[in-house]
């Protein structure tokens, strides 16, 4: 009989190709995946340090754990990826039920820990692969780097699997080493993958349906690759050649961005190639140079402005957005303004706000103190939110009666929760009740410039590229209606002041 595997994924998206991987993996070892925790025989948490939030879920998840541990010993419990990776043995003390640990740059020994736990039985040893502790970085780095590029390969890719979008990677771990970030120690420097494994994946993906592709890397578009001749494959290229070599990929993204990295030959790819999207998460974090030098983010504000302005400047219809910490050690109110300047002047589509808490592991916690009240944080957090919003709102705004092309992710959840709580919905941006025809409902998606869109059609457009005409738009999202199958195919693309077709 095959054990049953419930596995947990937090924070960021390559948290979730991780899980996807190592899924794959264990499936391949005679594992079967299941939603019912209780019923587990290997409970995993892939877990997230960045933010305060994701940990403490996952501290909670342990301890609720704990009872079910004592009433079936032979219950395997692991936590795998960045907090694994950064409180290492420690986390044993604080969760003695917990018996596996493994970072995320050691996933390709997973199936091997799980394995061991498992036949080893109630007394088992605990199995740990963690960076930290085996040094990677030294003479054994060629090996791990290979081993990890075939846990990456080994992913199994089929047309039963019905998905529209995937992740595939690009790069793994970080240089970079911003102050208040543990992603440097927790996945280890960056490390490129050879571009044709990339490429052949992305074939293999769009082979069997899948619509759109987001490259990943910590700093996606660093990416670079040494051959043995001595050539080398730039981010530009890359995209260059994906775009080439799987024409039938309609959509290609990658995130996330690091400004200071942007070239402008990067930037001519995306312009150059159709079917890539004109969207940038590039995170500016902070609009002070004084902020953004303790942050150690290696770029000035007027740089970021630069790389703003040469994007539109390539092409106007690109959207951008953002990322910002507010109450970071030492800001002021002046520092604060010039992020909410920022903020005005950019023009992000969406801006992902973040107060600040010093995170163990992390520069920041050691070299400076938390001083800018909680009250101080909640207030700048909400204005440059206000701030935000309004300028979303604006830009949304824009696409009213414009047809935008979009990519069905499914039918919308706040319906499905209306739905299920009420027996009734209520569609559109006016929140009016709306009579549906018996096959439809309210479906969200996605347009090239990463918007949420809503709209009114059938379940059976999940995953499929359709038009909808916009009428209704608010900060977040725009609504609109289904063009059907006589849409145009030329669509509209968000901007910041004109309109261009641009065609994914
Ligand atoms: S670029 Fe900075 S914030 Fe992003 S993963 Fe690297 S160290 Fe962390």
Same mark, same amino acid.
Not at 121 to 150: C, F, H, K, V
Not at 175 to 198: A, D, L, M
Not at 299 to 318: H, K, L, N, P, W
């Given at each position: 009989?095959?054990?049953?595997?419930?596995?947990?994924?937090?924070?960021?998206?390559?948290?979730?190709?991780?899980?996807?991987?190592?899924?794959?993996?264990?499936?391949?070892?005679?594992?079967?995946?299941?939603?019912?925790?209780?019923?587990?025989?290997?409970?995993?948490?892939?877990?997230?340090?960045?933010?305060?939030?994701?940990?403490?879920?996952?501290?909670?998840?342990?301890?609720?754990?704990?009872?079910?541990?004592?009433?079936?010993?032979?219950?395997?419990?692991?936590?795998?990826?960045?907090?694994?990776?950064?409180?290492?043995?420690?986390?044993?003390?604080?969760?003695?039920?917990?018996?596996?640990?493994? #970072?995320?740059? /050691?996933?390709?020994? $997973?199936? *091997?820990? +799980?394995?061991?736990?498992?036949?080893?039985?109630? =007394?088992?040893?605990?199995?740990?692969?963690?960076?930290?502790?085996?040094?990677?970085?030294?003479?054994?780095?060629?090996?791990?780097?290979?081993?990890?590029?075939?846990?990456?390969?080994?992913?199994?890719?089929?047309?039963?699997?019905?998905?529209?979008?995937?992740?595939?990677?690009?790069?793994?771990?970080?240089?970079?080493?911003?102050?208040?970030?543990?992603?440097?120690?927790?996945?280890?420097?960056?490390?490129h993958r050879p571009p044709q494994?990339?490429?052949?994946?992305?074939?293999?993906?769009?082979?069997? #349906?899948?619509? /759109?592709?987001?490259? $990943?890397? *910590?700093? +996606?578009?660093?990416?670079?690759?040494?051959?043995? =001749?001595?050539?080398?494959?730039?981010?530009?290229?890359?995209?260059?050649?994906?775009?080439?070599?799987?024409?039938?990929?309609?959509?290609?993204?990658?995130?996330?961005?690091?400004?200071?990295?942007?070239?402008?030959?990067?930037?001519?790819?995306?312009?150059?190639?159709?079917?890539?999207?004109?969207?940038?998460?590039?995170?500016?974090?902070?609009?002070?140079?004084?902020?953004?030098?303790?942050?150690?983010?290696?770029?000035?504000?007027?740089?970021?402005?630069?790389?703003?302005?040469?994007?539109?400047?390539?092409?106007?219809d690109i959207s951008i957005a953002?990322?910002?910490? +507010?109450?970071?050690?030492?800001?002021?109110?002046? =520092?604060?303004?010039?992020?909410?300047?920022?903020?005005?002047?950019?023009?992000?589509?969406?801006?992902?706000?973040?107060?600040?808490?010093?995170?163990?592991?992390?520069?920041?916690?050691?070299?400076?103190?938390?001083?800018?009240?909680?009250?101080?944080?909640?207030?700048?957090?909400?204005?440059?939110?206000?701030?935000?919003?309004?300028?979303?709102?604006?830009?949304?705004?824009?696409?009213?009666?414009?047809?935008?092309?979009?990519?069905?992710?499914?039918?919308?959840?706040?319906?499905?929760?209306?739905?299920?709580?009420?027996?009734?919905?209520?569609?559109?941006?006016?929140?009016?009740?709306?009579?549906?025809?018996?096959?439809?409902?309210?479906?969200?998606?996605?347009?090239?410039?990463?918007?949420?869109?809503?709209?009114?059609?059938?379940?059976?457009?999940?995953?499929?590229?359709?038009?909808?005409?916009?009428?209704?738009?608010?900060?977040?999202?725009?609504?609109?209606?289904?063009?059907?199958?006589?849409?145009?195919?030329?669509?509209s693309s968000i901007t910041a002041?004109?309109?261009?077709?641009?065609?994914?």
């Amino acid at each position: 009989m095959k054990r049953k595997l419930y596995l947990e994924t937090f924070g960021c998206q390559m948290n979730v190709l991780d899980s996807e991987l190592v899924l794959g993996q264990l499936r391949a070892h005679g594992y079967e995946s299941t939603e019912d925790r209780d019923r587990a025989d290997v409970i995993l948490y892939n877990t997230c340090s960045v933010r305060e939030h994701a940990e403490q879920k996952v501290w909670s998840r342990l301890g609720e754990l704990r009872p079910q541990k004592q009433q079936r010993p032979e219950l395997v419990i692991g936590v795998i990826g960045c907090m694994a990776e950064r409180d290492g043995v420690d986390l044993f003390r604080r969760y003695p039920h917990v018996d596996l640990l493994c #970072g995320p740059g /050691e996933l390709d020994k $997973l199936t *091997q820990l +799980v394995h061991n736990a498992v036949v080893t039985g109630s =007394d088992r040893p605990r199995q740990t692969a963690l960076m930290g502790s085996n040094t990677r970085r030294s003479a054994t780095l060629a090996a791990a780097e290979d081993n990890l590029e075939l846990l990456d390969l080994s992913r199994s890719i089929n047309s039963e699997d019905d998905v529209a979008q995937a992740y595939v990677r690009i790069t793994r771990g970080c240089n970079k080493f911003c102050s208040y970030c543990v992603v440097p120690y927790t996945r280890g420097p960056e490390v490129h993958r050879p571009p044709q494994n990339i490429i052949d994946e992305v074939k293999r993906l769009a082979d069997v #349906g899948v619509r /759109e592709v987001t490259l $990943l890397g *910590q700093t +996606v578009n660093h990416y670079h690759f040494r051959h043995d =001749d001595g050539r080398q494959t730039t981010f530009a290229q890359l995209l260059y050649d994906i775009h080439e070599a799987v024409p039938h990929l309609p959509r290609l993204r990658f995130v996330t961005s690091f400004p200071r990295d942007f070239t402008n030959e990067a930037l001519a790819a995306m312009r150059d190639c159709p079917r890539i999207c004109r969207y940038l998460h590039a995170p500016a974090q902070h609009g002070s140079d004084r902020i953004l030098k303790s942050m150690n983010r290696g770029y000035t504000a007027g740089q970021y402005y630069d790389f703003v302005d040469r994007a539109r400047e390539m092409m106007s219809d690109i959207s951008i957005a953002s990322d910002f910490i +507010v109450g970071f050690p030492g800001e002021t109110e002046d =520092d604060f303004e010039l992020t909410m300047e920022m903020v005005r002047r950019c023009r992000f589509k969406n801006s992902f706000i973040f107060k600040y808490s010093p995170r163990p592991g992390t520069v920041a916690i050691d070299r400076f103190v938390d001083d800018v009240s909680d009250a101080d944080k909640r207030s700048r957090n909400n204005r440059l939110l206000a701030v935000q919003q309004e300028v979303s709102e604006s830009i949304n705004r824009q696409m009213i009666d414009q047809t935008v092309r979009v990519l069905v992710e499914g039918e919308s959840k706040l319906v499905s929760r209306q739905a299920a709580n009420t027996g009734k919905v209520e569609l559109g941006w006016e929140k009016r009740p709306v009579a549906l025809a018996a096959d439809e409902t309210q479906m969200v998606g996605r347009t090239p410039g990463d918007q949420v869109v809503v709209f009114s059609g059938p379940l059976s457009l999940k995953g499929q590229l359709v038009d909808v005409r916009i009428n209704g738009a608010k900060n977040l999202t725009l609504f609109g209606e289904y063009c059907g199958s006589k849409s145009p195919r030329q669509t509209s693309s968000i901007t910041a002041g004109s309109t261009i077709a641009h065609s994914v």
